[in-house]
């Protein structure tokens, strides 16, 4: 239990990354395209027509940034593995220039007393796997044991900690409903398989991992919001409880309880006859987690009212209303509400089997300039991550079984569809000369894992 703001011995404090993201070097050393690269470079895709060839250039800067994570006096990163780095094609034998780098990397970091965090897929679907169908297609699932297998088989007795995957209802609805991120499909159907799927991967790839390091620990990153109805009536009653259903349960309850939620399952069934779900199925997702990470931005308010449009993310749930409401909001237009995070802790610690929990990615995109001084002063940022660490502290004080907290981002990168317009991290990048600069949100982070307080 926390006391008088401490946070207890052994919290882990780190920052995370993807490596679409961050690496650029998407043709060095036999990599091949992912489904990012190929969505990024079709016209209209991506805010101001950005790609992540180049991003970050962490491929080869890697050194220069573990010694920031140095500075910053994180204990642990959380990092993911290029899919088609290291395995080019989704299939067949490793890469092993792709898996080299991340050798080099992994051992910097253990040099500099920082714990390496494993993610197997943050959404680098490879190409050749997506043109053969993707995760609407079951052989994706085993597609990606076969790649866990061959990552933990090279890397594990280096890594001590494996995220399977990152936030499956992205790569499921937003890139084959709503068709906003990579592979920019549009079929609903598709998605609910996809997203069946995705945990069916999760489950073969954990046991893979068990196999190849016994003893590992194993876990998934979810991006959980809390869900709240903008009214009393049984409507946006109704309306909260089918997004929290295609939100935070289809994922929750599969992985923690085994079944999928009976209403879930109604709600979808006007978009598929689920006939993808086969015995046996469930119990390989169900495998014991030792951790779920919980990626959490923001909340979502609900009204009963008329459809999104034709691409909308939520299949079964077209006639929901997203409200707005009143107070601050970052520069993606997420409402700030720290008080969300405590909810969302305290809720999958008391209606879920008990697991140990960790806020996997949490931060805040805003429009930072560097000042005539060359610092970058970012005091929103600054405010945002002191009152979701102090949400944290209240979970802990109220039980929950919290034992780390991961700053969304290390770096301003690749921010997806919306390119380079949004930056996210504790340490600046000017993109034109790759130059970072620690912004003051880092520096502050820095005294809290410091002093282990706020």
């Not at 919001?225 to 309850?253: E, K, M, P, Q």
């Not at 309880?257 to 779900?277: F, I, W």
């Not at 944290?392 to 780390?404: F, K």
């Not at 000017?430 to 003051?440: E, F, S, V």
Request: glycine letters at 10%; proline letters at 7%; hydrophobic letters at 40%.
């Amino acid at each position: 239990m926390s006391v008088n703001g401490h946070f207890p011995p052994g919290f882990r404090f780190g920052a995370a990354t993807a490596a679409y993201q961050i690496e650029g070097a998407v043709r060095a050393d036999g990599r091949t395209p992912s489904i990012w690269d190929t969505f990024s470079h079709q016209p209209g895709r991506i805010a101001g027509g950005d790609t992540g060839d180049v991003a970050c250039e962490h491929y080869d800067r890697y050194r220069d940034d573990v010694a920031l994570m140095a500075r910053l006096g994180l204990t642990a990163y959380r990092f993911s593995i290029g899919w088609p780095r290291v395995q080019p094609g989704g299939r067949g034998p490793a890469n092993p220039k792709g898996l080299d780098f991340y050798r080099r990397l992994i051992d910097e970091l253990l040099g500099a007393g920082i714990e390496p965090w494993a993610t197997l897929y943050h959404w680098d679907l490879p190409q050749e796997l997506e043109d053969a169908g993707g995760w609407p297609v079951r052989d994706t699932a085993d597609r990606f044991a076969d790649y866990a297998a061959l990552v933990v088989d090279a890397l594990g007795d280096r890594v001590p900690v494996w995220t399977t995957l990152n936030e499956p209802w992205c790569s499921a609805f937003l890139g084959y409903a709503s068709g906003e991120h990579a592979p920019g499909r549009r079929d609903p159907a598709a998605a609910v398989r996809a997203a069946h799927h995705l945990l069916l991967g999760h489950g073969k790839a954990a046991a893979a991992i068990r196999a190849a390091q016994p003893g590992a620990t194993v876990g998934v990153a979810l991006n959980l919001y809390a869900v709240s109805a903008a009214s009393g009536t049984a409507a946006d009653a109704d309306a909260a409880r089918r997004i929290d259903g295609l939100a935070n349960r289809i994922f929750l309850d599969p992985l923690l309880r085994g079944r999928y939620p009976d209403d879930v399952l109604a709600d979808l069934a006007r978009v598929t006859d689920l006939g993808h779900v086969r015995d046996g199925d469930l119990a390989t997702v169900a495998a014991p987690l030792s951790l779920l990470g919980i990626n959490y931005y923001s909340r979502y308010v609900v009204a009963a009212g008329p459809a999104a449009g034709p691409a909308t993310c939520w299949p079964g749930s077209d006639n929901v209303r997203f409200v707005t409401v009143d107070g601050p909001v970052t520069a993606m237009d997420w409402a700030v509400d720290p008080h969300g995070l405590t909810e969302t802790l305290c809720r999958v610690a008391r209606e879920y089997p008990p697991v140990p929990l960790y806020v996997t990615e949490n931060g805040a995109a805003y429009h930072d300039v560097v000042g005539p001084d060359g610092a970058v002063d970012d005091p929103d940022r600054v405010a945002y991550f002191d009152r979701h660490l102090r949400a944290c502290l209240d979970a802990i004080a109220a039980g929950v079984p919290l034992r780390g907290y991961f700053a969304w981002s290390l770096l301003d990168n690749f921010e997806w569809s919306w390119g380079y317009g949004r930056r996210f991290g504790l340490v600046y990048v000017d993109y034109p000369t790759q130059r970072r600069i620690i912004k003051r949100s880092g520096h502050r982070y820095r005294a809290v894992i410091e002093h282990r307080r706020l």
